[in-house]
């Protein structure tokens, strides 16, 4: 089978491998709709999780049950699925703790393209099928479902982690698609004013649409001293980092109030200079002691947690599509796709590449 990958860090291409094997609970599964994500190319052209040979790339997929091993259930070569970017070992003991995404250590659910082979390639393997696969529904179309294997479950996880309560002021710093996703999750979750920081004219329209009340350009000057100008000094009760470097938590923890969460769902893919280091403001962080508490979480997977977005979309509480700006046909314009989440010109936000109608 044909596959785009990771020749090493720096570099990718087609490559020719061997069809994946299915166990007896898994699936293999052909590409409906796929979408590159910036933590390729944090993985690609930053080396974020180390050196990857001949890896496939992708985790952001929908598709078409192509075989299914002898134990499963729910699932049959030809339907059509919802496949989570994060697929964990449903037995595990951290997933019985209540953290499945961390299966296995640190990042562990998170196999796509890190640990094994992702999903930009004509086959690709699902591991316990019946607890990692859920059907995609009649009438959702392409561009919104291949947004929630990751850009939706992982920005509603930003605004579930901030504990947004109704009526909370929130800023989202960073307003890619995960931002944008985060936006949606906190005025579903109840927020009243939503600051969300960020530049991009496209990226901007869909933030207004999806809730937010503020629009902060950095451009226009410190994002802290816009934020505490508009708040009355107060600041926050919610922040959520979901873009920039490693310099953005102290923004987050400078805009927060005593007693507010910063919830992180940006993947920080290299530190400062040649140092691993996230630097967090000493005063501003009340010296450690201002109850300013900061919730990290990967992305969370498997089928219920994809079932219930998909409830989300159909019953029109938000629409991910708006984040589909560029839409590519055919398998063969991945790599294009790819690049220009890697170039990110400022009319983009997400590119998606069509496989099957």
């Not at 579930?160 to 929130?170: C, D, H, K, L």
């Not at 919610?238 to 490693?246: E, S």
Request: glycine share 14%.
């Amino acid at each position: 089978m044909k596959g785009l990958a990771m020749l090493k860090i720096g570099e990718i291409g087609w490559i020719e491998k061997e069809r994946p094997a299915c166990g007896p609970r898994d699936a293999i599964v052909r590409p409906l709709a796929l979408a590159p994500c910036t933590s390729d190319v944090h993985t690609v052209w930053e080396g974020a999780i180390g050196e990857r040979r001949n890896l496939i790339l992708g985790h952001e997929a929908l598709g078409i049950v192509d075989e299914v091993g002898d134990e499963v259930k729910d699932f049959k070569p030809g339907d059509r699925v919802i496949v989570p970017a994060i697929t964990p070992d449903w037995e595990t003991e951290a997933a019985q703790r209540g953290f499945p995404s961390q299966t296995g250590g640190p990042l562990g659910g998170w196999k796509f393209s890190n640990t094994k082979d992702g999903v930009f390639a004509e086959y690709f393997h699902v591991n316990l099928a019946d607890y990692n696969l859920a059907h995609l529904p009649e009438g959702m179309s392409l561009e919104a479902g291949v947004m929630l294997p990751d850009m939706l479950s992982t920005g509603f996880m930003g605004a579930e982690n901030a504990r947004i309560g109704f009526g909370s002021t929130v800023a989202v710093l960073g307003i890619g698609p995960v931002g944008l996703s985060a936006v949606a999750g906190a005025r579903l979750r109840g927020a009243g004013r939503i600051f969300a920081v960020g530049t991009r004219p496209a990226a901007v329209k869909v933030a207004k649409e999806y809730g937010a009340t503020d629009i902060i350009s950095y451009r226009e000057g410190s994002t802290v001293d816009q934020i505490l100008d508009k708040t009355g000094g107060a600041g926050v009760d919610a922040v959520i980092v979901a873009g920039g470097g490693p310099e953005v938590m102290m923004d987050a923890i400078n805009v927060a109030k005593p007693g507010s969460v910063i919830s992180n769902i940006n993947y920080f893919g290299s530190g400062i200079g040649d140092q691993d280091i996230i630097p967090l403001p000493r005063v501003g962080w009340g010296y450690g002691m201002a109850d300013k508490n900061i919730v990290t979480g990967l992305c969370p997977g498997g089928r219920v947690r994809m079932e219930r977005l998909a409830d989300v979309v159909m019953c029109g509480r938000m629409d991910p599509s708006l984040m589909a700006t560029h839409v590519f046909k055919g398998f063969d314009r991945l790599k294009d796709a790819l690049l220009l989440m890697k170039e990110k010109p400022r009319d983009l936000i997400k590119p998606v590449v069509i496989v099957e109608e």
